[in-house]
């Protein structure tokens, strides 16, 4: 009999301003903007369907309507691709779609921080384990990055954080965890540190926006003050909860990019383009022609 509560739903919050990305923000919310072809928002979806969530509970905010039509369907697309014969386009939209009652949409009426927002998601979420993924972060590997923290769930129960090692030197970027006595697929947290400052980082293991929390989360950030930025801390809540329940971190295999920074957006569009099977061949040759004589203008200056 498995002894850990299934984790069933996944909170994915999509209400922030994006400032780090304007002007590109104004109107187009930054989940819709595009790695390759997909928007950064459905990476995060398949993520989590390929861990076994069966629920996604969305919480956006005013102006970001789109990525609700993203996951709808779209019966007047669908006819006329259908009218011209788009057979694979057909297949590809649908694949996509989610299963009617599977999303659920709640609003955060402002950006009062990552805390405030997986509150709002309470009354949607129950008195349930959930996964957290933020959509940003996005993982590229061969498996994404909330399956492997399934497993060290099933192993270890309570609360589990996906955590990837940074250069020591950029520790004070980062929500940093302190690493304890090994697990199977990963290690206990001893504790949790956001942006220590430099030389103090208890290890280079820095959080990377995948978590299973336990629902009394929710009780706490109810009580959460502001915190860093005057915002309400999703750490800051964590930080609470770890002083009654067990923290686990899952190191992953593969590599996240930040795409809510624009280097991070720019690596991802090339990394995903380059593992693609229709364009991965063309875009090698051009970003190499573009590497080599981006060093030859350098080595000439
Ligand atoms: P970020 O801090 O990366 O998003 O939050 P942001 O605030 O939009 O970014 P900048 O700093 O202004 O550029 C990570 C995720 O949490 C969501 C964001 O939409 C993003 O997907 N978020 C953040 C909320 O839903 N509400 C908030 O109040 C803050």
């Known amino acids: 009999m498995n002894r850990v509560r299934t984790v069933r739903k996944a909170v994915i919050p999509v209400a922030g301003n994006g400032t780090r990305f304007l002007p590109a923000t104004k109107a187009v919310p930054k989940e819709m903007l595009t ?132 250069a020591p030197e950029e520790a004070s ?33 820095y959080l990377n926006g995948r978590y299973i929390l336990q629902p009394e989360i929710f009780s706490i950030l109810a009580h959460q003050t502001r915190g860093a930025g005057n915002e309400i801390q999703l750490t800051d809540g964590m930080l609470t909860l770890s002083q009654s329940q067990s923290f686990h971190a899952h190191p992953y295999e593969g590599r996240t990019f930040d795409c809510g920074a624009k280097q991070g957006f720019i690596e991802a569009n090339v990394a995903f383009a380059l593992a693609r099977a229709d364009i ?12 080599l004589s981006h060093e030859s203008r350098i080595r000439a200056a």
Request: with cysteine; aromatic share 6%; glycine share 10%.
């Open 173 to 205: 970027k980062y929500g940093i965890v302190g690493k304890g006595e090994t697990a199977r697929h990963g290690f206990a947290v001893t504790e949790m540190v956001e942006k220590p400052a430099a030389g103090k980082a208890p290890s280079n293991y």
């Open 35 to 166: 790695i390759v072809d997909r928007p950064v928002v459905q990476y995060a979806v398949d993520e989590a369907r390929q861990a076994g969530i069966e629920h996604i509970v969305f919480v956006t905010s005013r102006n970001k309507q789109v990525i609700e039509d993203h996951f709808d369907d779209a019966p007047e697309l669908i006819s006329s691709l259908s009218r011209s014969g788009k057979k694979a386009q057909i297949s590809e939209l649908e694949a996509m779609l989610p299963a009617a009652g599977s999303v659920s949409f709640t609003r955060q009426q402002a950006p009062l921080g990552l805390g405030h927002a997986v509150w709002c998601a309470r009354d949607l979420i129950g008195d349930e384990p959930f996964a957290l993924l933020l959509p940003d972060m996005v993982s590229f590997g061969a498996r994404g990055c909330l399956a492997g923290l399934m497993d060290l769930y099933n192993e270890a129960g309570g609360n589990v954080v996906g955590v990837e090692q940074c």
């Open 280 to 291: 991965g061949d063309l875009v090698f040759e051009s970003v190499r022609d573009m590497v």
